[in-house]
């Protein structure tokens, strides 16, 4: 199973908006609502952001939105604030009932 | 609260073989779906292994037949047996409690570190 292709990099003023996308395939992210996003700050463990394509944990600031287009899935953070800067991850469930993460996006508050 | 704390990381030989603990409050291991995803010094999140309420397994590719995931309803702890180690299993592994509706990593422990030397 190949990772979810994510950018590298994303980077945006305070203030601004920003959008994240993540690609994989029919036997992924095509197949499925079962997108998930990952925020990550240097040296602690991952936060679930958006569950279910465009579902928010309780608690997820209403400035992170999710959606998802054929094989494609968007994070998209408005407002953008300095404490968003971290790496964000997509992950998805697949058809060999096995799960797969994206690549990794490191967002950058300018 | 659910509280996972991982442990038995550590420095293993080449060929190796290690066994992680994920010990778990707040829930019962064997009612849920849970999950162990490892990252690699400055590199992704990559998933390894889930078990569904104590009985159903799946594993990546990369692991399926090396690793073996397992839960202890009486110690409420699953586990993650690690054989013939490689210097690519080198990573911070991380339990995760899973939703039991959909695909999603809902709960993380702070990781336990495994080094594969040569």
């Known amino acids: 199973q190949s990772a979810l292709t994510q950018p590298a990099s994303v980077s945006g003023s305070p203030g601004q908006s920003i959008t994240i996308s993540c690609t994989g395939t029919?036997?992924?992210?095509?197949?499925?609502?079962?997108v998930s996003w990952y925020q990550q700050h240097p040296g602690k463990a991952p936060k679930l952001m958006i569950y279910?394509?465009?579902d928010r944990p309780s608690g997820v600031s209403n400035r992170f939105s999710g959606s998802k287009s054929g094989n494609t899935a968007s994070l998209t953070i408005s407002g953008l604030q300095a404490e968003d800067e971290a790496d964000y991850y997509c992950?998805?469930?697949?058809?060999?009932?096995?799960?797969?993460f994206g690549t990794g996006t490191k967002v950058t508050v300018l | 609260e659910v509280q996972l704390v991982e442990s038995g990381g550590g420095l293993i030989q080449l060929g190796g073989s290690l066994r992680l603990s994920c010990a778990a409050s707040?829930?019962?291991?064997?009612?849920?779906?849970m999950s162990w995803v490892r990252q690699a010094p400055g590199r992704g999140l990559e998933w390894v292994s889930v078990?569904?309420?104590?009985?159903?397994?799946y594993y990546a590719d990369s692991v399926r037949g090396r690793f073996t995931i397992s839960s202890d309803k009486s110690k409420n702890t699953i586990y993650l047996q690690m054989n013939s180690l490689r210097a690519e299993d080198t990573a911070m592994y991380y339990c995760?409690?899973?939703?039991?509706?959909?695909?999603?990593?809902?709960?993380w422990g702070l990781g336990t570190l495994v080094m594969v030397s040569s």
């Open positions: 078990i569904y309420r104590g009985g159903n397994t």
């Open positions: 029919s036997s992924d992210i095509g197949n499925y609502n079962y």
């Open positions: 707040g829930l019962t291991v064997n009612s849920e779906y």
């Open positions: 992950s998805s469930y697949t058809t060999s009932s096995t799960g797969v």
């Open positions: 279910d394509v465009s």
């Open positions: 995760a409690r899973d939703s039991s509706r959909g695909w999603h990593h809902v709960t």
